[in-house]
């Protein structure tokens, strides 16, 4: 199968030559990838077509139709696997979940819980409740009322071929049977569900998984004094550069597809 040959970048912790190593002469760096498109996934998180923060809805639409459909649609085409991992509750709302699903997750089989901390601890309830912190009342009748209704945006509605993923467990074994070693992410929220669930850019690389977060395919649920700079998106991406991975652009990404189908 074809080679993609991508451009991506990151954050590099020291200066390249004799400069001082102090934190104002670190900078980015680039460099060029060859890689198989065999051992390619492009895993899309969280791409819902309903959320309860509105804004952050709309940049994500504007995303999925924009930046993530052409490029699910350029992975299908060269035959890099497209994954798509909506949470676990979602992921079971799709035929293709059961593909790689493991006999526990398939029948819901009752996890083991920890021992410490106390589950009213873990749950915040009981003696624990003031460490909880209060939830909006009209967040939590929109988790009663929508959350259930929640699917995949319209314009990434998994193929036939595609795959569903609901864990992380689930995804390792879908890598290590397709023989898939590089990640593509794109989806939501960029400070949250994509680094931080166990199927995410975080969990993935600790496993080995080199991993690339397109900078164009992600955005942050902001606070309402960094909206205007998006600056907890920028945070978010300069942690993959520093720590978790690479990041490249969909144009960068598109434009390396084409090339390795000519």
């Known amino acids: 199968m074809s080679g993609i040959k991508l451009s991506v970048r990151y954050y590099r912790l020291?200066?390249?030559?004799?400069?001082?190593?102090?934190?104002?002469?670190?900078?980015?760096?680039?460099?060029?990838?060859?890689?198989?498109?065999?051992?390619?996934?492009?895993?899309?998180?969280?791409?819902?077509?309903?959320?309860?923060?509105?804004?952050?809805?709309?940049?994500?639409?504007?995303?999925?139709?924009?930046?993530?459909?052409?490029?699910?649609?350029?992975?299908?085409?060269?035959?890099?696997?497209?994954?798509?991992?909506?949470?676990?509750?979602?992921?079971?709302?799709?035929?293709q979940w059961t593909k790689y699903a493991a006999d526990a997750e398939l029948f819901d089989a009752e996890q083991p819980q920890p021992d410490w901390p106390p589950e009213d601890m873990r749950k915040r309830q009981g003696e624990y409740e003031q460490f909880g912190k209060e939830e909006v009342p009209r967040?939590?009748?929109?988790?009663?009322?929508?959350?259930s209704k929640r699917r995949i945006v319209d314009c990434l509605e998994p193929q036939p071929d595609d795959f569903v993923i609901a864990t992380g467990d689930q995804l390792h074994r879908l890598c290590r049977h397709e023989g898939i070693m590089h990640l593509v992410y794109g989806g939501f929220a960029a400070n949250m569900c994509v680094p931080g669930r166990d199927y995410g850019t975080r969990a993935l690389n600790q496993r080995g998984y080199n991993v690339i977060l397109l900078?164009?395919?992600?955005?942050?649920?902001?606070?309402?004094h960094t909206l205007d700079g998006m600056w907890l998106t920028e945070a978010a991406?300069?942690?993959?550069?520093?720590?978790?991975?690479?990041?490249?652009?969909s144009a960068d990404f598109l434009t390396a597809c084409a090339a390795a189908t000519d």
């Not at 998180?45 to 490029?71: F, K, N």
């Not at 991406?237 to 652009?249: K, P, Q, S, V, W």
């Open 14 to 95: 020291g200066p390249p030559g004799d400069e001082e190593y102090i934190e104002s002469n670190f900078d980015f760096a680039t460099r060029e990838l060859a890689i198989p498109a065999e051992q390619m996934g492009l895993v899309l998180v969280d791409c819902w077509h309903i959320h309860p923060y509105l804004s952050h809805l709309e940049r994500g639409e504007e995303i999925c139709e924009t930046v993530l459909a052409p490029v699910a649609e350029a992975c299908r085409k060269l035959g890099v696997a497209v994954i798509h991992a909506p949470s676990p509750g979602q992921a079971k709302l799709y035929a």
């Open 139 to 147: 967040m939590k009748k929109w988790r009663e009322e929508e959350l």
């Open 215 to 224: 900078r164009d395919g992600t955005t942050a649920i902001e606070a309402a």
């Open 237 to 249: 991406i300069l942690d993959t550069e520093m720590i978790i991975g690479f990041t490249a652009t």
